[in-house]
């Protein structure tokens, strides 16, 4: 697949393996996902190129995947994003930290769920608890 430039890809299409044709929607909040019909990404990311690139190439990289792929894909670190930029972005955007929620309501989706980050979130909420427990059980042994 021929990799396009930045500026040529900005509110077209791109060419995927599960799709010929997907479309590239500018949304107001969440950073970027893709779904079945389209990758939404945030409007004003195009702006900066460089997280533009590392964005969508992290998102094209999720066609086709099954979801242990997936999640592999979502806990390793996104080549060449610069996270530093990417917090910045975020900071003055309050709409972009959407992006973490595991269950939320899409304003023309309704209600959708990302299995990845409920995967996440379970082990941290399963990890956090186990350790309460077992600090509860030690702490009544002394
Ligand atoms: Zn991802």
């Not at 997280?51 to 094209?60: F, P, S």
């Not at 995947?65 to 997936?70: A, T, Y």
């Not at 399963?126 to 600090?135: A, D, E, K, P, Y």
Request: one cysteine or more; aromatic letters at 12%; glycine letters at 8%.
């Amino acid at each position: 697949m021929r990799y396009l430039g930045c500026m040529e890809k900005i509110g077209g299409i791109i060419v995927t393996k599960s799709s010929p044709t997907k479309e590239i929607k500018l949304v107001d909040f969440g950073i970027a996902n893709n779904y079945h019909d389209c990758i939404e990404i945030h409007k004003d990311l195009p702006k900066f190129p460089k997280l533009y690139d590392a964005i969508m190439q992290h998102e094209k990289g999720h066609e086709g995947l099954n979801f242990r792929e997936d999640f592999k894909l979502d806990i390793n670190n996104v080549p060449g994003l610069d996270y530093g930029e990417l917090r910045n972005f975020m900071y003055s955007r309050p709409k972009t930290w959407l992006q973490f929620l595991p269950i939320w309501k899409h304003p023309t989706r309704g209600w959708i769920y990302d299995k990845v980050h409920l995967l996440i979130y379970g082990i941290l909420i399963t990890s956090i608890l186990l350790i309460i427990v077992f600090g509860v059980m030690i702490g009544k042994s002394i």
